[in-house]
């Protein structure tokens, strides 16, 4: 049995979560660090767990989703769930008309005052019941067709931002909230993101992304969805006392009770300020964070909604006011390739112009060759084109009855593509990439700017002065082409860019200057090969020890280097079978650009092979992480800890226990000077090994 002190704990904790729920999900502002969240939440579950007379219907636990079901069971609306009528006449006419009408049905005169509205959104996602009885979610349902729905409580649990117990002392007895379950746009994207990026299915648009969650028969589905709601409505009430006298005043209460409602919403009196909301709120949208279809306009007094009535089903008090579509249908005219600033192709398909979203679209992204195969479009092909928010106009999915027959091949775009569109490089698809790739990296003008600006960095050839803003410059006027080029400015050249004082000029080539006397792993590094990053570069660099022995190496002599993998290696050696990139690289050698090069791994290393040694205190001149690349430079490992497996300890100043585990155990005690000496024996200068 539970005792007194363990219930507490769990009540404790259930408030918590729910508390750290509400700020994240209805606040949009988080109160603790995930890992915390998580902490509390395995925390409830354990106890859950070992205590199952603990579990409540509002635990926050259950929210995870329990069994798979075959199908939802049906239930019957206590108040029917009305639809709303739409005005079709997207301009301001229609929110004229509908004021218009209203005031005609109150039987109001032309002098009367006008008729104070509720201005709110219309959310894109599916229309929900969420019944509570004395404070507790009991049960959600779909709209379904008004009169009947689908019991989907188990999947609307999982919506973080539905409270499963209304924020007060005082519930009413029934209280029935109705809302939208949606999307975000960013959850959205993420969600896809993550999805493409595991080769999964993924969701064709927010409301599809909502819809199709919630009525996942397996809630662990719905689980993983990142779902949202805002309230809009009420359904069956009963024993709630002051109960509000206005929709806006209902809104309000629920905002109280914890309930997620919009905050793009307002109280506007006649026609003209519902006319400015919808302007309004049409510049914004495509700034929400949300797909709205349009506004809904609602008479604010409640009596007054009563007075009104409905005609078939569609109150008479309310009206939804549409936005544009942010879908339309058109066709792909061609498939095109973009080539991006780090050389991945991006195909784009050319449409036939199409108005969606308040915008004339020609073109839609389809990311990659897989979202290609997934969606399996073709040129010829009628498609759904999304274009929401701020994002670029995509390609959702095909209409297949309305594929041309016979039908066209399917698209490739390696083969369609073999060179890039831009400099005629080889393209590439490496393992377990996306993306294909242009390989003329140092060449190609798509990607110019991004590889001379790595080009120049601090850790690559660390050319101060050469940044984001000139190289725009060099390159828009075709000064600088690759970074070869950049050995060949001169204060003549430079004198004629924008904002280029002689001083600076000055200092800009005496940076090019000092760059050329390098070192191969900067050089290496400055390449700006896929996938070979700073450590990688010093690797190569030490275990080659020359550039044309890199540029030689095969797949299988790189896999020798520590660290590298079948796909940095292909990698490297894709690079280095680019005709255009060796061009460049031969040009930069003939500009002066030079480094002091060794014999590399073959015949330095072993010094210290099989080895191991472990570093202590502070030594004199050397860093520990460069003492470390030093020792793994000649073969030998460096170890955390000292045991009897342990060949030398290297100790400098303020060396601690781990010395006097070493002399304990009689390991050999190197100083600085000592492991020097074993590194160099034959005096070698620093520079040679300073990779
Ligand atoms: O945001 C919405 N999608 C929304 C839907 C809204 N803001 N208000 C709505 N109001 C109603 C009435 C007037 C019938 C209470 C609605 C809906 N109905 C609705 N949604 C789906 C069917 C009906």
Aim: net charge negative; charged share 25%.
């Amino acid at each position: 049995m539970a005792s007194p002190d363990i219930l507490a704990r769990a009540a404790a904790l259930r408030q918590e979560i729910e508390r750290h729920n509400y700020a994240y999900y209805v606040l949009d502002a988080p109160t603790v660090p995930d890992a915390e969240y998580d902490r509390l939440f395995r925390e409830l579950q354990a106890l859950e767990a070992e205590y199952p007379e603990l579990a409540t219907p509002d635990s926050p636990t259950c929210r995870v989703g329990g069994q798979p079901l075959d199908e939802f069971p049906k239930v019957r609306h206590a108040v029917p769930m009305l639809s709303i009528r739409t005005e079709t006449d997207t301009t301001a006419a229609g929110a004229r008309a509908f004021d218009a009408r209203v005031r005609k049905e109150l039987g109001l005169a032309s002098d009367d005052a006008p008729v104070e509205y509720h201005a709110e959104l219309k959310f894109d996602g599916l229309a929900i019941n969420l019944r509570y009885e004395q404070g507790v979610l009991v049960a959600a349902a779909t709209r379904g067709d008004g009169e009947t729905g689908e019991a989907v409580s188990q999947n609307v649990r999982t919506v973080r931002a539905i409270p499963l117990r209304l924020h007060t002392d005082t519930p009413p007895a029934v209280l029935e909230v109705r809302g939208e379950v949606y999307m975000r746009r960013d959850d959205f994207e993420r969600y896809n993101a993550k999805q493409r990026e595991a080769s999964k299915p993924t969701l064709v648009n927010p409301r599809n992304g909502a819809a199709g969650s919630i009525r996942q028969l397996d809630p662990a589905i719905a689980a993983q969805r990142p779902l949202s709601f805002f309230a809009y409505g009420l359904g069956e009430v009963q024993g709630w006392r002051d109960a509000p006298a206005t929709h806006s005043a209902t809104l309000d209460a629920l905002v109280k009770l914890g309930v997620p409602v919009c905050a793009e919403r307002r109280v506007c009196r006649g026609a003209d300020e519902l006319v400015a909301f919808h302007a309004e709120i049409a510049a914004r949208r495509d700034q929400l964070p949300f797909d709205i279809d349009g506004v809904v306009y609602k008479v604010n007094r409640l009596d007054l909604q009563r007075d009104l009535g409905f005609v078939t089903r569609e109150p008479r008090w309310a009206v939804a006011h549409k936005y544009p579509a942010q879908e339309e249908l058109t066709v792909v005219e061609a498939i095109e390739v973009q080539v991006g600033r780090t050389g991945a192709l991006t195909p784009v398909a050319r449409l036939v112009p199409v108005f969606v979203g308040g915008v004339t679209v020609t073109n839609a992204t389809l990311h990659n060759q897989d979202e290609i195969d997934r969606k399996d479009v073709r040129v010829g092909d009628t498609v759904i084109v999304r274009r929401a928010g701020d994002v670029i106009p995509e390609v959702v999915a095909v209409v297949l009855d309305r594929r041309p027959q016979p039908a066209p091949p399917r698209f490739d775009i390696l083969q369609s593509h073999p060179v890039c569109p831009e400099c005629g490089s080889h393209v590439v698809r490496l393992e377990g990439e996306a993306a294909a790739r242009c390989t003329g990296g140092l060449y190609c003008p798509a990607q110019r700017k991004q590889a001379l600006l790595h080009f120049a960095s601090r850790r690559a050839m660390d050319i101060e002065g050469l940044g984001d803003k000139l190289i725009e410059q060099l390159v828009d006027r075709g000064l600088v082409r690759t970074p070869a080029d950049v050995y060949r400015l001169d204060a003549e050249t430079l004198s004629r860019l924008d904002r280029m004082a002689e001083r600076s000029a000055a200092n800009l080539l005496a940076a090019i200057e000092a760059s050329k006397s390098t070192t191969l792993a900067r050089f290496i590094f400055a390449l700006g090969i896929r996938n070979v990053g700073e450590a990688t570069a010093k690797d190569l660099a030490r275990h080659f020890g020359e550039l044309d022995r890199l540029v030689a190496a095969t797949a299988e002599d790189l896999m020798t280097v520590r660290e590298v993998g079948p796909i940095v290696a292909q990698s490297i050696v894709q690079f280095f079978a680019e005709p255009h990139n060796l061009d460049v690289v031969g040009r930069l050698r003939a500009a002066g650009v030079h480094w002091p090069e060794s014999a590399g791994v073959q015949q330095s290393a072993g010094i210290l092979a099989g080895k191991t040694l472990v570093l202590t205190g502070t030594l004199p001149t050397l860093t520990r992480e460069v003492a470390k690349e030093r020792i793994e430079a000649a073969g030998g490992k460096v170890a955390g800890s000292v045991s009897k497996k342990t060949d030398y300890v290297v100790a400098g100043e303020d060396a601690g226990s781990k010395l006097a585990k070493a002399q304990e155990l009689g390991v050999t005690i190197l100083d600085e000077a000592a492991l020097l000496a074993l590194l160099e024996p034959d005096n070698r200068t620093q520079q040679q090994f300073d990779f």
